[in-house]
């Protein structure tokens, strides 16, 4: 079988925020969705190949200086789906790869796995914050999970790390739309 390239992604995403909430100690939390369409390239770094595409729905709550003094919490929800090329590339064992371990398996297009993701940051010094970030994939279900090459139900990840920011806009980007902010009543659906 070919081994897999370095995958990458590009497309966009349509964010609607559904509910903003504050807190009596003044920290704030949103509850939003994401709608993303990528198109999937790989490449061995001698040329790109195009892969197909995914479709990912996101729901994500974030919370802000509730637990602590400028801090962020966030927590998020997707599912992710799959055009035949991406379910190929990933599951498809055509004749030529078949063997007395490996049947034949022609991938269809699909639901992939659900993500749960959870990351927390908080301020280490003026200009640096720290991040904490997990997240577990959910395969259970799969349109391809017949297939041979179909390893795990379930995998997961923890990253932790940092970032430095050089700089600084004095103009700060509000939370809150302007509506909330000056108690205007308005429509932000």
């Not at 003094?69 to 929800?77: G, Y």
């Not at 301020?123 to 297939?147: D, E, M, W």
Request: with cysteine; glycine share 6%.
């Amino acid at each position: 079988m070919p081994e897999i390239d370095v995958l990458f992604e590009v497309g966009p995403q349509l964010i609607y925020k559904i509910k903003d909430f504050s807190y009596e100690n003044g920290g704030q939390s949103r509850i939003k969705a994401r709608l993303q369409a990528r198109a999937v390239f790989s490449t061995d770094f001698d040329r790109i190949d195009d892969r197909g595409y995914v479709f990912e729905p996101t729901l994500t709550y974030e919370q802000r200086s509730v637990l602590f003094d400028k801090t962020a919490l966030r927590l998020s929800l997707s599912f992710t789906f799959a055009s035949e090329e991406l379910q190929d590339y990933f599951y498809q064992i055509d004749n030529e790869f078949v063997s007395e371990n490996r049947q034949y398996c022609d991938a269809k297009s699909g639901y992939l796995g659900a993500n749960v993701a959870m990351g927390f940051s908080f301020p280490i010094s003026k200009n640096i914050r720290g991040f904490i970030n997990t997240s577990i994939k959910l395969h259970n279900g799969a349109v391809n999970q017949n297939s041979p090459l179909f390893e795990n139900d379930m995998t997961y990840s923890l990253g932790a790390g940092f970032v430095w920011r050089v700089f600084e806009n004095k103009k700060k980007a509000s939370w809150q739309s302007p509506c909330l902010k000056y108690n205007i009543l308005c429509n932000t659906a």
